[in-house]
């Protein structure tokens, strides 16, 4: 079989390391590419050439209607093709018409803007229509999505596939809790309007100087988050790392992992920071929820002080802090990658 995976870019995110993982897996047996619209060398392309995937980049802005009838030429030469986010998700539709290519999507999100304009639906009804198969990386994603499409309840184009990682790759290093006496938190995310840094940003004010902070990734909201860290006088426990390409090896120097957001499709950080031995603390909003409960802690969107007082149990009781650490890394057991991309080849078969 011939599969070809679409997205602008491999950088840093949820939906981009699905893929980096997902595609050395089914190119056993296959024959797997990945089309890209933005030429870089980031640590994921570098891992999916190293497993013999053929890159191809397009060189062409997304919304250049040219690359409506490059895409068109490429797809043809495949049986599957694999398309993620948007505008991707506009462009796939557009350039499969007049093929025989089975279009697949996978939403990855609960929300967008896109769903707070009506004017909208009647285009989106039509783009999504264009696909044979839709995945959702949740059941709350796929119900969110099937409502403003107004899918019928017993659509079998669409179905959810949870999101995997590599558990192997994050199973912590044996390391002492709290070992030089600080307790370092950390939370692995862009900074997007999806995720709320800020709300973890403030928390610290609640907490001691003993708590460090160690914020993983970038994007276009971090100025602002450093502003704020400057405003609040945080500069010396608040830290920026920017896009790291040895996650595992970060996660084993901390001892809380934290995920904050406005909205999720699915927490698959919090899955890494639980298979890394990490007890986390999430916010309690769908696709979060489903991975964390029960294993982690929750805490209310935007509520600064649930979340210290949460991370502050945990650092205070060596008891409890363990408990929800064996709790985290059960629950992490249960998304290995390998189940996500067996599951994405029987939708394609």
């Known amino acids: 079989m011939k599969i070809l995976h679409i997205t602008k870019a491999l950088d840093v995110g949820g939906a981009q390391r699905l893929i980096s993982d997902l595609l050395p897996l089914m190119k056993q047996g296959h024959e797997v590419g990945l089309l890209l619209f933005m030429e870089d060398d980031t640590p994921f392309i570098r891992k999916v050439r190293e497993a013999g995937i053929d890159v191809i ?81 949740s059941q709350q994603t796929q119900d969110a999505l099937m409502d403003w499409v107004q899918a019928k309840k017993d659509d079998k184009r669409f179905v959810v596939i949870e999101n995997g990682i590599d558990v192997a790759a994050f199973r912590r290093v044996e390391k002492k809790r709290l070992s030089d ?37 970038d994007g276009s909201t971090m100025p602002n988050c450093q502003q704020l860290v400057a405003e609040m006088g945080l500069s010396e426990r608040v830290s920026f790392l920017g896009s790291r390409a040895d996650i595992p090896n970060v996660l084993s120097t901390m001892d809380i992992g934290v995920q904050s957001s406005h909205w999720e499709g699915f927490g698959l950080t919090a899955v890494e920071l639980m298979a890394a031995g990490l007890p986390v603390v999430a916010t309690d909003v769908p696709g979060l929820r489903q991975v964390v409960e ?32 064996a709790s985290c890394v059960e629950r992490a057991s249960q998304y290995d990658i390998s189940v996500t991309a067996k599951r994405y080849l029987d939708v394609y078969n």
């Open 57 to 137: 980049f397009m060189k062409v802005s997304l919304r250049n209607p040219v690359s409506v009838w490059r895409l068109h030429k490429v797809m043809r030469q495949y049986d599957v093709v694999h398309v993620h986010l948007f505008p991707e998700l506009y462009l796939g539709a557009l350039a499969a018409m007049g093929t025989k290519v089975n279009l697949v999507f996978t939403e990855h999100s609960t929300s967008n803007r896109r769903r707070g304009k009506w004017y909208l639906r009647p285009l989106e009804k039509w783009v999504y229509h264009r696909y044979r198969k839709i995945i959702s990386i």
């Open 294 to 325: 029960g294993a982690g802690l929750l805490f209310a969107v935007g509520d600064d002080k649930q979340l210290a007082e949460n991370i502050k149990a945990l650092a205070t009781d060596a008891h409890y802090y363990d408990q929800v650490s």
């Open 181 to 217: 006496g600080r307790c370092n938190i950390v939370m692995v995310s862009r900074f997007v309007e999806a995720k709320d840094q800020a709300t973890v940003i403030r928390s610290m004010q609640h907490l001691d100087d003993s708590y460090h902070l160690h914020f993983v990734g």
